[in-house]
């Protein structure tokens, strides 16, 4: 038994941190990072040109296709190194959701199509799974696409659409056909969102944020060369990108960076009940990380963990959310003060320490973590179901 | 990077696992609990022929040079079977100490242990020094060339069948690790039975005499040969614990699948699936922190010994989680003292308590 990474791949760690640190970082989203202040579209896309133009935006793809083909480990290492500067998340919809579904079962002329834009960030996707109707129980969506020709129709509506307002195309799932079983005749679809017939709603959450959307499509005209794959085929489409490798899925580094800005806070006032609070979180998150370095030895060498990564996902999420809590339990009465995520923004100097508002925010925005990506309840069932066998 | 058990090591689990099936189920255990030195000697000579009591001694002292690794192997096999064997006490403890000290005898105190013929307990808690074992009152004291033991220890693991103690003392006020015959004059032994069916021994002395041979390590030397007793120690223990979390959830998923209540097998209930599914989480991030600490353990990490007050605080809780579950899932049939399950539950409330419980490692942890 082992835990050390190899020289190379310290080396490899080296260099990322290095090109991270560098003059080119795009410094308005540094600072903005550094002070916890939302990003404009502008700022996303500086940030993603910025990975792209050290060559590693295809960081989880096959070279074949413009990905750095990475190891495992070595992807491990990247996204550590990007959550511990601090950058804001690669946005998965476009690099690690529709891309791979485009470069596994897509034809020559839609990898040809689609790939490049999505390395080079020219394009935003954006991702339309879930429904009104249809939450964890996803394949009992309704939005249909009827074909007529060699156009595709599509009429229903998509919801909790992450950052709709600021995409160009949106993947999604569709009903082709109504069959007996619900997965069968559902189809991928990639949409592209000037399309006539197309309407984004924001959707404000707790926080007071706009990050979803709803998204309606009425008689919405798609060229038939936009279906991926196969007819009917969508839902294998659909579990083949929810299986795929969900690296980082944890969020450790985050974690470990915001623990010590919540240290430096309660350092102040030696608070030995919030102090004890921590630990125990610092902890749990060790397991955590652990139990990620497991995941990844077992990766690396050639292996799949499936159940496992749910608990990634559960625990994972529990430790984000309860990191949040002792922010708003350092800030006290002064979670009162609203401003909202966007507050530093604002010209009023804030009442009370600077970090209360964006904590009372982000508590509550991060209720949202043990719900998406297959609620942790769902995480429950598939752990019984696979290990357990109940 | 590489986490599988080597060859070796998977034969060893193996190995005790095959043992703990023919020779170990609940009835065997039950006999040997009821027995008067609460443990089975014959389990005990069978450990020694198997060379199971050879494992973390240097090759040097007649053992097989095997490390952490191999030891909690060994540990998550015993805790699978909540084995009682003071395996503990007189393999591990005793044997760190030996080796780490200069006794001109060591070597051959430890042939006598691997052999199975000889027990030796190490002495470390007193009565009124909570977990703060380094403050203890126990000490030896010098009158000319001759040296004195005065004090009283408390809950010596498998005190009253050893046949050698090392005492935690101080002398000439620093910390000091003797080392006393069990029969020798002003030593006095009371046994008790522990909540989980092992025993323990409270020790008291009067004027107990040694020679200065007897010192096994003092100051500095004495003090970092002790924690790292404790380390190992708690490093077994939690194997053990997630040996006997993995039996715990494992038996509660059968049992589920098997009683029917409202004609069809509670297993179908998705309230009791979520409980199973928290104890297999809890016992798998043990695991983790297990192997962690193992690992550092193995190559003397200078953060060890936080990754071992983590690994403690996570077994208590754990411990409990898992334990509680358990018993709750199997309804009446958990709280029966005929049934296995209620004694893991016993065995994580005894885990928790040693060598610093969950609220103990978390304050050290904190103060890192």
Known sequence: MDISFSEQDLQFQEEIRAGLNGSEFPANVREKQEKGTALTKADMIDFHKFIHSKGWMGYNWPVEYGGTGWSPVQIYLFLNELALAQCPTILPFGLSMVGPVIYTFGNQEQKDRFLPDILEFNTWWCQGYSEPGSGSDLASLKTKAVLEGDHYIVNGSKTWTTLAQNADWIFCLVRTETTQKKQEGISFLLIDMNTPGIEVKPIITIDGDHEVNSVFFTDVKVPADQLIGEEGKGWTYAKFLLAHERFGIAGVPVVKVQIEKLKNITAEYNDADLSKKIAELEIDLEALEFTELRTLAAIAEGGHPGAESSILKIRGTEIQQRLTELFVEAAGQYILPYEGPDGFESNRTPAGPDYASPSVAQYLNYRKTSIYGGSNEIQKNIIAKAILGV | ?368
């Open chain 2, 1 to 368: 990077m590489n986490l599988n058990y080597s060859d070796e090591q998977n034969m060893l689990r193996e190995q005790v696992l095959k043992f703990c099936e023919t020779n170990y189920d609940f009835i065997d255990r039950e006999k040997i609990l009821d027995s008067d030195s609460g443990y089975s000697e014959e389990n005990w000579k069978q450990f020694a022929e198997l060379g199971w009591l050879a494992v973390p001694f240097k090759e040097d002292n007649g053992g097989f040079n095997f490390g952490p690794i191999e030891l909690t192997v060994l540990f998550e096999e015993f805790g699978k079977a909540l084995v009682v064997e003071p395996y503990l006490s007189s393999v591990v403890m005793s044997g760190t100490v030996l080796e780490g000290s200069n006794h001109p005898d060591k070597s051959s105190i430890i042939e006598k242990i691997i052999s199975g013929e000889h027990q030796v307990s190490v002495a470390y808690a007193e009565a009124n020094i909570g977990y703060n074992f380094l403050d203890c009152v126990t000490a030896v004291s010098k009158d000319g060339d001759a040296l004195s033991l005065n004090g009283s220890k408390s809950l010596v693991l498998n005190g009253g069948n050893a046949d050698q103690f090392i005492v935690l003392a101080f002398h000439e006020n620093s910390p000091a690790l003797v080392l006393v015959d069990a029969d020798v004059k002003g030593l006095s032994v009371q046994s008790f039975k522990t909540l989980d069916g092992q025993t323990c021994g409270e020790l008291t002395f009067e004027n107990v005499s040694l020679n200065t041979e007897s010192i096994l390590a003092l100051g500095d030397e004495a003090e970092s040969l002790f924690n790292r007793m404790v380390d190992i120690s708690i490093l077994c223990i939690s194997a053990e614990a997630v040996g006997a979390m993995t039996s715990s959830y494992m038996k509660t998923v059968q049992y589920t699948k098997e009683r029917e209540q409202f004609a069809q097998p509670i297993s179908n209930f998705q309230v009791l699936q979520h409980r199973m599914v928290d104890m297999f989480i809890e016992t798998e991030l043990t695991k983790s922190l297990l192997i962690k600490a193992t690992l550092q353990l193995d190559s003397d990490d200078p953060e060890t010994g936080n990754t071992i007050s983590a690994l403690k605080v996570q077994v208590g809780k754990a411990g409990r989680l898992v334990g509680q579950h358990a018993v709750q899932l199997h309804g009446g049939m958990g709280v029966s003292n005929e049934m296995s399950i209620g004694h893991y539950l016993k065995r994580f409330t005894a885990i928790d308590s040693m060598f610093g419980n969950t609220q103990h490692h978390i304050n050290k942890y904190q103060a890192k």
